[in-house]
């Protein structure tokens, strides 16, 4: 598999803090982005942001905006994941990167990363994708991941996908010829299912019953 540092776009002019609103907008409209990184004698300042930029008077400096610029950044040595999480996190498709003294080195595109993405296991791999919920406090990623196990299914991987209030949504993707017994096993431990298997017993039953009753009920 590739590596990710190899999507690394190597640079070594950016934004300084006499850059011009207008050179900003202008450069972020032509190349489609929606940050770009600013710098001081090479060392990271923060990034600026199209919208913020397109607020100020455009001949000013962008100095004058220096206390909106967005701090967010990975290192050389960063995982697929956390370059993941700053894309969604920071709602860009431009994440810097700093090597150990703050330099910025290059940046990661969205649209460049997307097929390393696809090519990780949790992706690529076919497998069963299992979506379930339960309140922050009380699941345990542990937990899930011993119910898998011991059903002789191995895990692709798990993401926590939203939080909304107190509820936590999480998505496994596991190898598994025994999703009936992992979906019972889960339901004992109150998590709920979210996802729908053809293979689920409980839901199969309930159909039956209340095919049943319908019955029953038209006699």
């Known amino acids: 598999m590739i590596s990710l540092q190899e999507f690394i776009i190597r640079k070594n002019k950016y934004f300084d803090l006499e850059t011009s609103f207008s050179d900003v907008v202008d450069v972020l409209i032509n190349k489609n982005l929606t940050h770009f990184p600013v710098v001081e004698n090479g060392i990271f300042l923060g990034n600026i942001s199209l919208d913020d930029a397109e607020t100020f008077t455009q001949n000013n400096p962008i100095e004058d905006a220096r206390a909106l610029f967005e701090i967010f950044f ?14 969604s996190k920071h709602q860009t498709n431009i994440i810097p990167v700093l090597d150990k003294n703050n330099k910025v080195v290059g940046y990661y595109l969205f649209d460049d990363v997307i097929p390393f993405f696809n090519e990780t296991p949790f992706l690529k791999e076919i ?7 339960k309140d922050i406090y009380s699941y345990s990623i542990s937990q899930v991941s011993q119910i898998f196990e011991i059903n002789n299914s191995k895990i692709l991987g798990i993401i ?16 598994s010829i025994n999703i009936n017994e992992i979906i019972q096993s889960l339901r004992r431990y109150e998590y709920n299912i979210i996802s729908e298997h053809i293979e689920d017993q409980f839901l199969s039953d309930l159909k039956d019953r209340s095919d049943y009753l319908d019955k029953y009920l038209n006699i």
Not at 74 to 87: A, G, I, K, N, P
């Open 127 to 133: 497998g069963t994708t299992v979506i379930i919920e």
């Open 74 to 87: 990975v290192r050389e040595t960063s995982f697929w994941f956390e370059v993941l999480e700053l894309f």
């Open 160 to 175: 926590i996908s939203e939080v909304e209030g107190n509820i936590a949504q999480i998505i496994i993707k596991a190898t």
